[in-house]
């Protein structure tokens, strides 16, 4: 599974463990987080996130 980072704030989106507290199940892929996804620490897009190499 892969990491994405918050190219804002640094917030890392795993998607082993998913984002419970907004509703995104544990091995939830990034292509299927919904569009309208927010960062929970910085409010920007899906869009501002980069893959972790």
Known sequence: ???YVCDVC???YDEAAGD???GIEAG???EDVPED???P?????K???SEVE
């Open 37 to 39: 996804f927010l960062c």
């Open 47 to 49: 869009d501002q996130f």
């Open 28 to 30: 939830t892929k990034w």
């Open 41 to 45: 620490l910085c409010g920007v897009g």
């Open 1 to 3: 599974m892969k990491k």
């Open 10 to 12: 640094g917030y890392i």
């Open 20 to 22: 419970p507290d907004n």
